[in-house]
């Protein structure tokens, strides 16, 4: 079974604009949570999308949003980008919705986003 | 908010030593998890904790969550230089909503 995968890698964007992240989660798996990992603040919650619906949000500005698709395939969009979103973003997929199991959640190899 | 204070930030150990991670939350937990990070790479969930007094092994690694459901500690049995990488915890509020809360991680480094 393929991983999780994020999609693009790594990106470069400039203070003011904005960046769509991508992540596919394993076959089957219906749940999609995001994570920022940064040297200074470590990993920290961003959202949870379960059947395309934002289930917990993490305590993060509005300029980061999210979605969810039919097929369970996840988005993540920062808008007005600032040289502090420069991080690790990292979505993981588990089976089902987290907040009601202790299921695995299994992560992707992670967007490396640097804003200049 | 709540925090997860997270002990030691390193720890070096020689190859068979045991090692042993620490983690307290200011608030009461629903559960806790476990994650590991080689360096380079992405988290891998470990383990999720729920009840209190909880006690779990997975091979050489147990792990416990504490009675009062505020703290919850890793250890390691007899380390092997595939044990290296940063181990985080995340506890998850009691009575909130899922947000997990992360510890600032345990890097393991095990010299041969």
């Known amino acids: 079974k393929a991983g999780v995968t994020q999609t693009p890698r790594y990106l470069i964007k400039t203070r003011g604009q904005q960046v769509t992240l991508s992540c596919s989660p394993i076959s089957g798996h219906r749940s999609v949570s995001w994570y920022q990992q940064t040297p200074g603040q470590g990993l920290q919650f961003l959202f949870e999308?379960?059947?395309?619906?934002?289930?917990n949000k993490g305590n993060f500005p509005g300029r980061f949003s999210g979605r969810q698709f039919s097929n369970s395939r996840s988005e993540m969009n920062v808008s007005t980008l600032e040289l502090g979103d420069s991080a690790l973003y990292l979505c993981?997929?588990?089976?089902?919705?987290?907040?009601?199991?202790?299921?695995?959640?299994?992560f992707g190899p992670g967007t490396r986003l640097t804003v200049l | 908010g709540q925090q997860v204070m997270q002990i030691p930030q390193y720890q070096h150990v020689q190859e068979g030593e045991d090692f042993t991670t620490y983690c307290n939350s200011s608030t009461t937990l629903s559960n806790i998890q476990w994650y590991k990070q080689r360096p380079g790479g992405h988290p891998v969930f470990l383990i999720q904790?729920?009840?209190?007094?909880e006690v779990k092994k997975q091979k050489r690694l147990t792990f416990q969550f504490g009675e009062a459901k505020k703290n919850s500690s890793l250890h390691i049995t007899a380390t092997q230089t595939t044990d290296v990488g940063t181990y985080f915890c995340a506890g998850v509020r009691s009575g909130g909503s899922y947000i997990p809360t992360f510890g600032r991680g345990t890097s393991l480094i095990v010299h041969p």
């Open positions: 999308y379960f059947s395309e619906t934002q289930r």
């Open positions: 993981a997929s588990s089976l089902v919705y987290r907040g009601g199991s202790a299921d695995t959640q299994y």
């Open positions: 904790l729920v009840k209190s007094g």
